[in-house]
């Protein structure tokens, strides 16, 4: 049974940068995609923001974030890692990552929240000065 745990959230200020992880136990992500979700204060549904496959190394972005936001993983470490630059009050949420099956060569790119099985409990990140 996969589990994930996200860190690294804070309050920092706008222009600002922060690193988020998702840790995996349980099982190794090689064979996994993982996403990185958010749910704004008051909103109701998760925006997916971005995906790696952890095989093919193949990223997708929101358009909100691109150019920002990179996603990288370390599969020695079991760790997906979410990269912030430049960061806005508007992302201000609560950052959830999310992991589905994935054993194959070509790139998961789905950020819709329904095409995840696995869910960590979020962190949250807060854009403020």
């Known amino acids: 049974q996969l589990a994930l745990v996200e860190s690294g959230g804070g309050l920092v200020q706008p222009g600002g940068s922060l690193r988020l992880s998702c840790t995996a136990s349980?099982?190794?992500?090689?064979?996994?995609?993982v996403g990185w979700f958010r749910q704004a204060p008051g909103k109701g549904g998760r925006e997916g923001i971005s995906?790696?496959?952890?095989?093919?190394?193949?990223?997708n972005y929101a358009a909100s974030v691109k150019g920002r936001f990179t996603i990288s993983r370390d599969t020695a470490k079991n760790t997906v890692y979410l990269q912030m630059n430049s960061l806005k009050p508007e992302d201000t949420a609560l950052y959830f990552c999310a992991a589905d099956y994935w054993p194959h060569t070509g790139d998961f790119r789905s950020l819709r929240q329904v095409d995840f099985s696995s869910w960590g409990q979020g962190t949250q990140v807060t854009v403020s000065s």
């Open positions: 995906v790696i496959s952890t095989r093919s190394g193949g990223t």
């Open positions: 349980g099982s190794s992500l090689e064979l996994y995609a």
